[in-house]
């Protein structure tokens, strides 16, 4: 991220990373030996996104476009919102 984020944004942005790893896993990698870091490039953008919106479908929408765009994945928008509402419910544990 190149900047020192205060504690509670921190927490959120490692939960996102939990979720994005552990829940999203378009891949399903989640249960093997492959890298923890699968995901983390599309951490960011996901973290601002939840720092800017309450709204899940924006979020919903980048998550899909990542699965099928950069993924070749075919799309699973109704799970990418229910990916997007914990992302936000987690920005509501942290950041109240």
Known sequence: MGTKLPAE??????????????????????DSDWSRDEYQSYLPKVFQLALDNSEPSLIAKYLTWVA?????????????????????????????
């Open 9 to 30: 944004q921190l927490a959120l942005y490692k939960d996102i990373d939990e979720i994005l790893f552990y829940k999203w896993d378009p891949i399903g990698i989640s």
């Open 68 to 96: 099928t765009e950069r993924m070749g994945l075919n799309e699973a928008s109704n799970h990418d919102m229910k990916i997007a509402e914990l992302v936000l419910v987690a920005k509501e544990k942290h950041l109240k």
